[in-house]
């Protein structure tokens, strides 16, 4: 809601009975940062507006296009790196999980408050960083081995993306083509592989040499290329 400090200017109240945590409290900055040159008609109703078009009406095409034309989806063919159809469709959504933020590490389970008040969310390979998507599946010591031996083996000198949104845009320029469509698949696999072999020493307590993924990475990636007649089963290197 709304009200009038002494200055007569509107300011906002969200009514917030609560106590804000600290990620909360910076979200509440965001949004009144954002909200800050909104002025309201006291006398309209509230109405839910699609700002992206003329007549402010949402549609399904609507939705689309704007996606279509949004910088990211220019880059990002979600259809060649995501849906691709060598991938099995449970890896296939895992990686659309983990680009939307949507995979259960310690810190997104804090964030959704998840986790019990004072609860280890540090990653539990290296113990020091914040179990985060990008960190497990990119930046950790022990997945940094997998990519940088995944590399090694196409002779590929890389740079560390930021995020895995960004691997697949940033990583593959200078790559061929064939090289590239191999590596729509050596990506969602290796993600998969290491969130397994995560899991495998969380509850399990079975921990996993990345060596022994790299290995199971480059066999899976055989395997589904023979079963799509993409390479015959004696053209194995590994
Ligand atoms: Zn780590």
Redesign the pocket.
Known sequence: MVFFNDQGNMEWDFGLSSSLDEYDERQVVTLKHLIRHVSLDLDKEDTILWVHSVDKVYSVAEGVRVMLESNLDKEFDWVKIVWNKLVPSKIAIFHWLAIQGGVPVKEVLSFLHFLRDGSND????????V?SID??LL?????HNVWSALFAWWNVVWVMPSSIIDFFIECFHGLGVNAKKTWRLIGPVSFWLIWLARNDFLFNGSYQSWRCVVEHVKIKVFQWLVNAGKVESHQMYV
Request: proline share 6%; with cysteine.
């Open positions: 540090k990653c539990g390979w290296c113990t020091s960083e179990e960190h497990l930046h950790c010591p022990w997945s």
